[in-house]
């Protein structure tokens, strides 16, 4: 008796109890293949409906065989579902569409009612939060503030500056030329 392949990590997690159905779909070779379409688990709920609104219907479908973009490889740089034809593929996915969609929304129901409920208390955390930061904000500009020395005072100049009575500026030579008397 032959063991069955061993089955890769995203194929274990595409499997669920709810399990799926098979679906006779044609495939460009003229062969007709059995194909197993599964049904998500919930946690795919959300890309499963991120794939409906982006218009992916190839990556959607390939997510409901538990084949990806990874297997292009083995496909000749395919993506696995066009193995079949267009009819097929739009059979197969219609079969997605009807295992998922229904569950995939109400999961997103389910999130947005819980959501709505915690609405009040996550406002309330968000002002909390808010708050603190604003007094750790506060504390730290206090503190850095009172950590500066502050500057020490200027000197007022004076008039009279040294022995001669010249000041600093005078002590440079003086161009006549260029000097003028306002």
Known sequence: MQTPPK???????????????????????????????????LRFAERFIELCIAGAEQRRLELCLGQSVEWEKHYHNKHPADRFTAAAQLQLLEAADELNFPSALSQIERRKNTMGALEPMLKRLYATQADMMKEAFK????????????????????????????????????????????
């Not at 990590?9 to 495939?27: F, Q």
């Not at 005072?153 to 306002?182: I, V």
């Open 7 to 41: 089955k890769s990590k995203a194929e274990r997690d595409l499997e669920t109890a709810c399990g799926g159905r098979r679906v006779e779909a044609l495939r460009n070779d003229g062969r007709v293949e059995r194909v197993f379409v599964r049904q998500l688990p």
């Open 139 to 182: 504390q730290l500009v206090d503190s850095a503030l009172s950590s500066l020395k502050p500057p020490p005072p200027l000197a007022a100049p004076t008039t009279n500056s040294g022995a001669t009575g010249a000041s600093p500026a005078s002590s440079l030579p003086s161009n006549s030329a260029t000097s003028s008397t306002a």
